[in-house]
């Protein structure tokens, strides 16, 4: 879910052909993070979107008033292709909390500010500093043995697992205990239907997990974010 700044500048947003900077060349900028936010009572009153094209120069797009969170996407997409950037598979999320709309747009494209009462309200950049990997696995009821857990150099024993009695609870606390796990984006889930235990391990993208010497029949990846 990428913002790529189109190769050959500002070209017709319809083409047939569209090539992402980063695809073609090597000088096309870091994968960063652009997070803002608005209230919901005063979006309408934003009147232009700052985004900066592939040389570094700010272009600011004059937009309609927008009235929801669907129209204020709308209108920021309109600013990055005018900045010759386009929007492959995503990239762009506007989340409604009650009050405000969270703005988030991840990649090379350089989300400037937004114009609102005389005043511009600038995007917060953070970059790609690391990827984190989630890895998910399931403890089966009646399954004999220590069902050791690999993070890294370290294996642990979650011991033999016998549903519902052994908890979900004891499990997360001993998985979330292991070095290198990440403990606030891991979790062990009770799963009725299959009589066990959905079990995520989040850690760094470069350590490998294994659960009884197998691999994890999910892992998911993302980036990660920093100043």
């Known amino acids: ?9 500002k070209g017709n947003v319809n083409s047939l052909v569209q090539i992402a900077n980063g695809v073609c060349c090597p000088d096309s900028g870091d994968v960063c993070q652009f997070t803002a936010s608005v209230t919901k009572a005063t979006v309408g009153a934003i009147t232009a979107f700052s985004v900066k094209d592939k040389d570094g120069v700010t272009v600011k797009t004059t937009v309609p008033a927008a009235t929801n969170a669907r129209t204020l996407r709308e209108n920021l997409v309109t600013a990055i292709n ?42 917060t950049k953070n970059c790609t500093d690391a990827y984190q990997c989630i890895h998910s696995f399931y403890l089966f009821d009646g399954v004999a043995g220590a069902n050791n857990l690999t993070v890294g150099g370290t294996t642990t024993s979650l011991g033999a697992v016998t549903y519902p009695s052994t908890t979900a609870a004891s499990l997360k606390s001993t998985v979330t205990g292991i070095s290198g796990v ?18 995520t391990v989040a850690v760094d993208s470069e350590v490998g997990v294994f659960l009884n010497g197998e691999s994890a029949f999910d892992i998911s990846c993302k980036p990660l974010f920093t100043t």
């Open 82 to 123: 005018a900045a010759g950037g386009r929007l492959f598979n995503g990239g762009i999320t506007i989340d409604d909390d009650g009050t405000n709309y969270n703005i988030s747009g991840i990649g090379e494209v350089v989300l400037v500010s937004y114009s609102k009462g005389g005043s511009d309200t600038t995007f």
């Open 1 to 9: 879910m990428i913002l790529y700044r189109q190769a050959n500048g």
């Open 182 to 199: 990440v403990a606030a984006s891991s979790d062990v889930v009770a799963d009725a239907l299959r009589r066990g235990y959905l079990v």
